[in-house]
């Protein structure tokens, strides 16, 4: 069984198979609801769109890509990024101008799409880059 095992070991080293990385930023739970807000510019041909999704190690994060598309992964109808930063110990998520504190693991962004826009997408797709490059699973929201 030793021997078995060893050259098992040895064959993977020299065949050169590498594992992917994952990201240690991780992500759960998406929700998107429409959302109402005071808005000075009052564009009435709009819909606001509040996405909330639960983030782990928000501090190696680095950048939330939402794309709005006609199918998933697709971003053929609208696509915002969000910018993770730290203050003071305190992690935000800013998108669009607005900015958004990270509370007990939940990532609120706030995003503005037309109204050709909002009946065009059918998917959401949410991901986050870490701080090293790499992407976190893909969270998937279906109109």
Known sequence: ??????????????SGITFPQTSPVKIIDLAVIPGIKADTTLQLDSTDLIVNFKIKNSNQALIAYFLFGTAPDLNDIFSVNGTFFNQSGTMYLITNGYQN??????????IKLSGQQN????????????????????????K
């Open 1 to 14: 069984m030793k021997k078995t095992l060893l050259i098992v070991i040895v064959l993977l080293s020299i």
């Open 101 to 110: 504190e990270i509370t007990d693991y939940s990532a609120q962004a706030f």
């Open 119 to 142: 009946t065009g997408f059918n998917y959401l797709t949410v991901y986050v880059e870490d701080n090293t490059g790499l992407i976190t699973d893909k969270l998937y929201f279906h």
